[in-house]
């Protein structure tokens, strides 16, 4: 069965920081990795998508890289912001039929000004 | 596209009473997911259908909820009755043959008291 890590649980940075979030999978078997951001109350929005066949995926100052054979991902976020606050949270989807979708217990990130 | 549609947003019942929550899915999509948050638990996977019929339910909590599509583009989820420890964030997520990754709707907070 497939599980996800994330870590650190919980950061807190002042602003400008470079920051790096870390999350790990037990299964390299994965058809893609996608990481959200959730802000308090509101719903998952998607941030970035890593086919298994990729290395990283860019989105403004967002960078997310995958090496499928360690079971690891990294979403970089350069030059943060305290707008960047929220919970980042990774999930794995299965290669296999069932297009199965597993998450992280994510990572909640403080951006201090 | 209006993504995925959730109602209601917001749901308060009394212990006891049936309860549906329904999700409509972004149109050509074809794996629908819905999941459970809660601040002690994070998001719990409860059932995922694929091209209308569903693969896994074994996150169900218990004969109290089912979940149908009665078409390739709308499904409920339904509590009855419901209990007070059913009170959490209910999201729907679609998502086309995986290959796009997964679009989560804003959620249902559903509160039982």
């Known amino acids: 069965k497939q599980e996800v890590t994330q870590i650190p649980a919980a950061l807190s940075v002042p602003e400008g920081e470079n920051l790096v979030l870390n999350c790990s999978f037990t299964?390299?078997?994965?058809?893609?990795l996608q990481w959200f951001r959730q802000d308090p109350g509101k719903g998952l929005t998607s941030l970035l998508l890593i086919q298994s066949s990729q290395r990283e995926q860019t989105s403004g100052r967002l960078n997310a890289s995958l090496d499928k054979s360690s079971g690891r991902s990294t979403l970089y976020i350069a030059a943060s912001q305290p707008g960047d606050s929220a919970t980042y949270l990774c999930?794995?989807?299965?290669?296999?039929?069932?297009?199965?979708?597993?998450f992280g217990g994510g990572t909640r990130l403080m951006v201090k000004p | 596209d209006a993504g995925v549609i959730q109602s209601p947003r917001h749901e308060v019942t009394e212990m006891g009473q049936e309860v549906t929550l329904r999700c409509k899915l972004i149109s050509g999509h074809n794996s629908l997911f819905w999941y459970r948050q809660t601040m002690m638990r994070g998001l719990e996977l409860l059932i995922y259908?694929?091209?209308?019929?569903?693969?896994?339910d074994s996150g169900m909590p218990e004969d109290r909820f089912s979940a149908k599509m009665p078409n390739a583009s709308f499904s409920t989820l339904k509590i009855q009755p419901s209990e007070p420890r059913d009170s959490a964030v209910y999201f729907c997520a679609s998502s086309r043959d995986r290959v796009q990754g997964y679009t989560f709707g804003s959620g249902t907070r559903l509160t039982v008291v």
């Open positions: 259908f694929n091209n209308n019929v569903p693969i896994d």
């Open positions: 999930a794995v989807t299965d290669n296999n039929a069932g297009n199965m979708l597993t």
């Open positions: 299964d390299s078997a994965i058809y893609n």
